[in-house]
Nanobody, 124 residues
Framework: QVQLVESGGGLVQAGGSLRLSCASS????????MGWFRQAPGKEREFVAA????????DYADSVKGRFAISRDNAKNTVYLQMNSLKPEDTAIYYC?????????????????WGQGTQVTVSS
C-alpha cells in the first residue's frame, strides 16, 4: 500500500509562487509514475503534470506549461510541483497521485494511489 501526503499549499497573490511537495510512505514509489491533478469547486478533477519513475520524462497541461515544473527526489521519496506566475484560475485543491511501474499517465483512472489534497488559493 502506498500512502501519499501533500504539503505546501496556501494563500498567495497573483504572480506569486508556491512549491507543493508529495511524500510517499514507501521506497517502492521510486518506481512509480507520479502525477499532479487539481480540482476547483464545481469542476472535475483535471490533469496538471506528470513525471516518470526516474524524472527523465514529464508533461504538463497546456494551462500550466511554462509556469509549473514537476520534479522528484527518489532518495527522499518526494515529488514536487513548483508553481510560478500563479493566476486566480489556478485556485483549487491539488492532489498527487501514483501508479507503480508505469510511464506518464494523464487520467485519474490510471492512478491507483492518491493523497488527501492541499488547498492552493490565488488572490487577484
Amino acid at each position: 500500500q502506498v500512502q501519499l501526503v501533500e504539503s505546501g499549499g496556501g494563500l498567495v497573490q497573483a504572480g506569486g509562487s508556491l512549491r507543493l511537495s508529495c511524500a510517499s510512505s514507501t521506497r517502492t514509489c521510486s518506481s512509480c509514475a507520479m502525477g499532479w491533478f487539481r480540482q476547483a469547486p464545481g469542476k472535475e478533477r483535471e490533469f496538471v503534470a506528470a513525471i516518470n519513475w526516474n524524472g527523465g520524462d514529464s508533461d504538463y497541461a497546456d494551462s500550466v506549461k511554462g509556469r509549473f515544473a514537476i520534479s522528484r527526489d527518489n532518495a527522499k521519496n518526494t515529488v514536487y510541483l513548483q508553481m510560478n506566475s500563479l493566476k486566480p484560475e489556478d485556485t483549487a485543491i491539488y492532489y498527487c497521485a501514483a501508479r507503480l511501474y508505469a510511464g506518464l499517465r494523464y487520467y485519474t483512472y490510471e492512478y491507483a494511489y492518491w493523497g488527501q489534497g492541499t488547498q492552493v488559493t490565488v488572490s487577484s
